[in-house]
């Protein structure tokens, strides 16, 4: 697990170099981000710290928690995203709203919220930082998200090529599985956008709902994603329909060559046993 510590200071976002107590976050940081694999560790980590009274499940166990959580004053979001390793699992950033500070949990390999990649173009407060964050995290995932849509479509460019050209190369298995791939990447996508979709509804401060307009029309981009990812499913159905009327083409081929066969000896067979 390693834990970073971000303050504002001097107009821009700085790394803050000292171990800081879960106490003393609201005072000292604007932003922690911690990266793991184990949220276990985690959430024991922050057992000390009060967001854990009624949120250790919250975070140990994201997946069953696709609605944000409200305790108290402090919000809660678990955010899906594609694994990096394993494009049919699914990894979670973990964000805490909190008055002063953000608390994000994220897998070591994830690819986003850099914190250099959060640029602040006024005098900073956490409340304008709060837009300029999501700002960022909304994009690095919908960029993410394009290049996996990418993958994807390349992929059933592939196997309609191979249907074409040469459908005994192409397996069953291969299909599924990038039918399971686009399936899997559309969920995680519609519930992104309805995560992100919640929180630009969110009235947390002055300079947040200033600039909630700009929030909403980068949101504005799962709409297209959500159509291509429709569009992609549409086509492995349609590549794998076509791939089902082959093998049975083929079956019904094998078939009608046994019943000629069955049609030639049959005869034989019966004037053999008579005589």
Do not use: C
């Amino acid at each position: 697990m390693k834990i970073n510590y971000f303050k504002l200071s001097d107009n821009s976002l700085q790394p803050v170099q000292e171990n800081i107590s879960p106490i003393d976050w609201d005072k000292k940081v604007n932003w922690v981000d911690i990266r793991t694999e184990n949220r276990v560790k985690v959430s024991n980590y922050l057992e000390k710290h009060h967001l854990l009274k009624h949120g250790r499940d919250f975070i140990e166990h994201p997946e069953n928690y696709s609605q944000p959580k409200i305790i108290r004053d402090i919000r809660i979001f678990n955010i899906g995203i594609s694994n990096s390793q394993n494009i049919n699992d699914t990894d979670f950033i973990t964000v805490i709203m909190t008055k002063d500070v953000i608390v994000t949990i994220m897998p070591n390999d994830a690819n986003m919220l850099y914190y250099k990649s959060i640029t602040l173009e006024s005098t900073p407060s956490h409340s304008l930082f709060l837009y300029y964050f999501f700002y960022r995290m909304i994009s690095d995932i919908l960029t993410q998200n394009h290049e996996n849509s990418v993958i994807a479509r390349n992929h059933l460019h592939k196997f309609e090529d191979l249907l074409a050209y040469s459908p005994k190369d192409l397996k069953p298995s291969q299909i599924m599985e990038i039918k399971r791939y686009i399936g899997h990447l559309a969920d995680i996508i519609e519930d992104q956008s309805t995560t992100f979709n919640t929180l630009a509804s969110l009235n947390v401060n002055v300079h947040y709902v200033e600039n909630i307009k700009n929030l909403k029309e980068l949101i504005k981009g799962f709409i297209p994603l959500n159509k291509t990812m429709l569009r992609l499913e549409e086509k492995a159905e349609s590549i794998h329909s076509y791939f089902m009327l082959i093998q049975q083409d083929k079956a019904t081929h094998k078939i009608n060559v046994l019943t000629v066969i069955q049609a030639v000896f049959v005869p034989l067979t019966f004037i053999a046993g008579v005589y």
